[in-house]
């Protein structure tokens, strides 16, 4: 699959995984998954996969 650059918010499709956020934050995808673990990055997991929603990540990091 090719791996479209994100150059800004406005890049960012509405709901992300983890790699897509540790990209943007300049974590480890592990890091960014603990974070979901323990609910300090508002996120839903659907079996293995874990989804962010775009605006709640902005809101939690304070690009909103």
Same mark, same amino acid.
């Given at each position: 699959?090719? %791996?479209?650059?994100?150059?800004?918010?406005?890049? +960012?499709? #509405?709901?992300?995984?983890?790699?897509? #956020?540790?990209?943007?934050?300049?974590?480890? $995808?592990?890091? +960014?998954?603990?974070?979901? +673990?323990?609910?300090?990055?508002? #996120? +839903?997991?659907?079996? %293995?996969?874990?989804? $962010?929603? %775009? =605006?709640?990540?902005? %809101?939690?990091?304070? =690009?909103?």
């Amino acid at each position: 699959m090719l %791996k479209t650059r994100i150059l800004s918010w406005g890049d +960012v499709p #509405a709901i992300i995984d983890l790699e897509q #956020a540790s990209d943007l934050l300049g974590l480890s $995808i592990d890091s +960014v998954r603990r974070y979901c +673990v323990m609910g300090d990055i508002p #996120a +839903v997991q659907i079996g %293995k996969q874990w989804r $962010i929603d %775009k =605006y709640n990540l902005m %809101k939690k990091f304070g =690009y909103l």
